[in-house]
């Protein structure tokens, strides 16, 4: 890995005695399917443990996939397979790279990535900020290290490659079918067999749920959130946060940090009834993915839908904030759009992608309004606040976008922000639709011990799109337990996760 030399010979992430396969005549095979954090560690731990590891992304590579999120927004050409969504590092590399969790910063697993991270070309402060936070353009390059570091420890990455279907015989997976990610007709596939498969994909991968469906594996619907994205000029946040002290900012490289917000409101069903709703309905309201000194960017993987997100680099000195406003929804939400079914989540965020993307007018212009308008329900005219988003807005009526009890709680919770945060409701914000891909909208049951998927053996299903991870360290951590729990499966290693974890508290570097 260059500019980071090993330890007498050895990577940083150790086996540490744990690898009882130096004996082993041959190899188990593992095929890890997905290159974002979950599948990222997952490769890691399996390799590190003596496991012959097979990477497979759809997507491109971090240079190639830079070039491709380029054409898409200078020439709005969208690579179906390499995009904001889809690639080395998954959906998180394009986005703010945050790197809190609420699963425990200071636990052992925590901190096992953490320092990995550091390893791969991180700074040290993320072990100890209380907001760590990497950035798109530190990213990139902490990839390309993880990269070839997987790759001396004998990973095989397939970029491009595509896992069209799982090769199943009595209730078990044998391997996978994979064609090139660039054709669509999938003549050209070959099949694949592996002793064991881990399935990292990201919630985008909708395809993929289609393909497990077809295979009787059970999902389980998950509430998720939707909503729009909220833009305000940086200089209104960081005064609203810090008052006198807004000027000491600078742009990201003044005393004081670029300011960011979180804000939630809890819409108690016995207290706060929309005229739309007939049954009293809890729903939480929360802003999601605050960017300080950001901008909006569009994660369509369908270029008949359209979806957005935000992310920021390192500096966060562009002159916006924004963040997602989303609202929950449930089942219950589904049904009544007549939505039904284990997918029904799907079909309810692609109904409100596709209805946005009529709105904007089509070639991935956002539709968008003021939030005093959407508040008071009423066209914005033509004349727009700036926007960060570089392929173009459209006044549109967004509060007509969503089901009316959804609108209802968006606009009764923005109004409560205003009061947490006073000037938050102001003629210079302005909204942008749709946010809908919070989280996945399924989880898929797997055994709380070993990771292995309750419908078919031989599958791992790990991270965000399977319905077990909300960021970047929780997706990473869920891989490299059930990387650790595979492990343990074919032999590799023995003794308990928690107490090799353990000793990361006192060593310098993760060593499994």
Known sequence: MRGRKSIDGQSSIQTGGWNKFATAKKKPRVAVVGSGPSGLFASLVL????????????GQAVEQRGRDIGALVVRRILQLESNFCFGEGGAGTWSDGKLVTRIGRNSGSVLAVMKTLVHF????CILVDGKPHLGTDRLIPLLRNFRQHLQQIGVN???GRRVDDLLVKNGSVL???VSDSRDRTKLNSERLIYDGVVLAVGHSARDVYHMLLSHGIDFVPKDFAVGLRVEHPQELINSIQYSKLATEVCNGRGKVPVADYKVVKYLDGDKFATASDSEAT????????????????LTSTDPTELCINGMSFSRRASRWANSALVVTVSSKDFKAVNFHGPLAGVEFQREFERKAATMGGGNFVV????VTDFLEQRFSGTSLPPSSYRLGVKSANLHELFPAHITEA??????MFDKELPGFVSKDGLLHGVETRTSSPIQIPRDIDTYESLSLKGLYPVGEGAGYAGGIVSAAVDGMCAGFSLAKNLELCEGDLLSVLGKTHTTGFVKY
């Open 47 to 58: 390799a590190e443990l003596g496991a012959e590891v097979t990477l497979i992304e759809r």
């Open 121 to 124: 070309g991180a700074p040290e």
């Open 157 to 159: 990455i397939k970029f």
């Open 175 to 177: 391997g996978v079918q």
């Open 282 to 297: 809890k729903r939480s309201c929360y802003s999601f993915c605050m960017c300080p000194g950001g901008q909006v960017v």
């Open 367 to 370: 539709p968008a309004q003021r």
């Open 410 to 415: 968006l606009q009764h919770s923005i109004s």
